[in-house]
């Protein structure tokens, strides 16, 4: 049984990895694909067209039905050509896979207003500007959105603008929930861990192993290998996007998963701990009480007290 007969996927990024896997799974099910991918290089710059033009044929070739499309999402008239592209060749939107992206490892004192601008733009803004030139077809038949986010916005090293540009899909994958949940729309993100990795560049790895073997902070979610040391390829994070686009999901929305090889996992939504009220409003004298001190800090690690270590 296919769930994406008939089904139009739109998924940005898919030239490479897990935009790649991705499509190829999707269409090998049914839908037909729209293949975004501007072709530049994982820290922006540069075009490549040949690249969404060879996952459309690997496409063709295994009898499965997709086309391919070249803008950069970074503007609002990018991303609705992506969307336009859909209308006009299959005359419908169902799935919108917000994948594309480009890292830009830097200190923050090294990082430049360009720097932190071009990561958002991709990764978030170019995010919004194909949710906000689909979703009003999505409406007319329902469907879902699914966004990367990642496991650095969990806390990274040297990642600030990418960190900041993956929390905030996570946080407006949460709001549009909210929103489109009346129209039969489910939206949700996946914060993936893939090796190999178009993001895998080695600065990147330098950032991780300065954070873990000089400073010694844990890497949080930034796993190397899933839980029994298997590999953690593309395949399984693109099994994972099209299960939350299929209606076996269908009651997931406005959740992150994570995805790592042989582990998948719910993130657990944020909730306040070691709650203290003081009637009439907190002073200082009052959050200064030790007694209130004690209870808020109690036991709690502070994992981002690192040193070089001698």
């Not at 969404?52 to 044929?57: H, T, W």
């Not at 391919?68 to 299959?90: H, L, R, Y």
């Not at 407006?172 to 895998?200: D, H, Q, W, Y």
Request: proline share 4%; hydrophobic share 40%.
């Amino acid at each position: 049984m296919s769930y994406f007969e008939g089904k139009v996927a739109v998924i940005t990024g898919a030239g490479r990895g897990i935009g790649r896997a991705t499509a190829h799974l999707l269409a090998s099910q049914g839908a037909k694909v729209v293949v975004n991918e501007l072709g530049g290089g994982p820290q922006g710059g540069g075009a490549d067209p040949t690249l969404a033009k060879a996952v459309v044929d690997e496409i063709l070739a295994a009898g499965g039905i997709a086309v391919g499309e070249t803008s950069s999402v970074t503007t609002m008239a990018g991303g609705q050509a992506v969307i336009d592209c859909a209308m006009d060749n299959f005359g419908r939107v169902d799935f919108l896979i917000n994948n594309a992206g480009i890292i830009r490892p830097r200190r923050i004192t090294e990082m430049s207003e360009y720097d932190f601008d071009e990561v958002l733009n991709v990764n978030l803004k170019g995010y919004f500007a194909v949710i906000r030139a689909g979703a009003e077809h999505l409406k007319k038949q329902g469907g879902a959105i699914i966004s990367f986010s990642s496991p650095s916005g969990f806390g990274h090293l040297g990642m600030a603008n990418y960190s900041a540009a993956k929390e905030g899909v996570v946080g407006m994958t949460r709001s549009l929930a909210r929103e489109l949940a009346e129209f039969g729309i489910r939206c949700n993100a996946v914060r993936p861990m893939s090796s190999p990795s178009t993001m895998a560049i080695p600065e990147v790895y330098e950032t991780l192993e300065y954070q873990t073997q000089t400073l010694g902070i844990p890497h949080l979610s930034n796993q190397w290998l899933s839980v029994h040391n298997e590999p953690f390829g593309p395949d399984s994070v693109a099994a994972a996007v099209a299960w939350l686009c299929s209606p076996l999901s269908e009651n997931i929305n406005g959740r992150e998963v994570y995805i790592c090889g042989s582990q998948i996992a719910l993130v657990q939504e944020p909730e306040l701990i070691r709650n203290q009220f003081m009637a009439g409003g907190w002073t200082w004298e009052g959050i200064c009480d030790p007694a209130v001190t004690n209870a808020l800090t109690y036991d709690v690690r502070n994992r981002y007290t690192g040193r070089k270590q001698n």
